[in-house]
């Protein structure tokens, strides 16, 4: 690993501005540290994505973000770590460490069960990779069972940033029916977006359930990939936060602090492409 500034930010990077759950609990968990966040939503939803448009999204945004200054790649999407996890460590080895959802999740759900039924939640790009499966397995030492439930619907609905409406509840009543038929007793919410509504969730599935989402295992999972390599931030400083995004920076902004719960005082535009992905949308898009 070549020498790295300590006080470069950690760059987090989602496909819309879900991933904005994850980087709050870094910010309170880490204040010292400087952060970047990249919300690509302008090709937002990844969910029904195929594994090579994934990778390809994955590997031009930790290129921009690179180009921008990172001492360390979070992958906060589910999705998009799902796909290109492995590809982009090996690919970005000697210049930067590169953390996913995927792992830390799974390693809390196997802790959490009781009864080693565990349940997921996710987009169907997430779903489809078998990356939770192969996780849990490896965390629970093939104790634990998974139940997945692909859910195209629901990471789009919130990011639309409304109420919770009737949609919202039967969108989040159907993913929820073959898990309780299942008997789990933790559930994985395998989309950055799905904290927005966990209390939902919890009362969907009830309060015995144990609801396992990445924001709080991914700032411990940060905190200790800087410690090891010894570039964590003076503690004594105060961090700062900046924000990226490919489609409208004023859309992101105002959805976008919904989701952070902190002030998002300003976003820059950083244009993207890449064949195959069609037009830009706007942040709030639920296409």
């Known amino acids: 690993m070549l020498p790295v500034d300590r006080e470069l930010p950690v760059a987090v990077f989602d496909s819309g501005v879900g991933g904005l759950t994850v980087l709050h609990e870094c910010l309170v968990s880490l204040p ?15 969910g029904e994505r195929s594994p090579g448009e ?5 590997r031009e945004i930790a290129e921009i973000l690179l180009e921008e200054g990172a001492k360390l790649i979070v992958v906060a999407c589910n999705s998009a770590t799902a796909a290109a996890l492995p590809a982009l460590r090996e690919e970005l080895t000697g ?19 009781r009864n080693g039924e565990v349940g997921l939640i996710a987009t169907p790009a997430t779903v489809a990779s078998g990356a939770y499966e192969r996780a849990l397995a490896e965390a629970s030492h093939g104790k634990a069972r998974l139940h997945a439930v692909a859910s195209a619907d629901l990471a789009p609905l919130i990011q639309v940033g409304g109420e919770v ?17 299942a008997g789990v007793d933790t559930v994985i919410l395998g989309c ?19 609801i396992i989402s990445s924001g709080e295992a991914i700032a411990a999972e940060v905190e200790r990939e800087l410690e090891a390599g010894g570039v964590a931030a003076p503690g ?3 961090g700062a936060y900046r924000f990226l995004a490919s489609g409208d920076p004023e859309a992101f902004r105002r959805l976008g602090t919904r989701f952070l719960q902190l002030p998002i005082a300003r976003v820059r535009q950083v244009p993207v492409g890449s064949p195959g992905t069609g037009p830009a949308e706007p942040a709030g898009a639920a296409a």
Do not use: K, N, Q
């Open 95 to 113: 210049r930067v460490p590169v953390i996913g959802v995927v792992a830390p999740e799974s390693r809390l759900a196997a802790a959490a069960t």
């Open 236 to 238: 004594a400083r105060r």
């Open 192 to 210: 950055t977006h799905y904290p927005l509504v966990r209390p939902l969730l919890r009362r969907t599935m009830g309060r015995e359930v144990e």
């Open 32 to 46: 010292h540290e400087d952060f970047t966040y990249f919300g690509d939503t302008a090709r937002f939803p990844y």
């Open 165 to 181: 409406d009737r949609r919202t509840v039967e969108c989040v009543e159907r993913a929820c029916a073959p898990l309780r038929g």
């Open 54 to 58: 994934l990778l390809g999204f994955a």
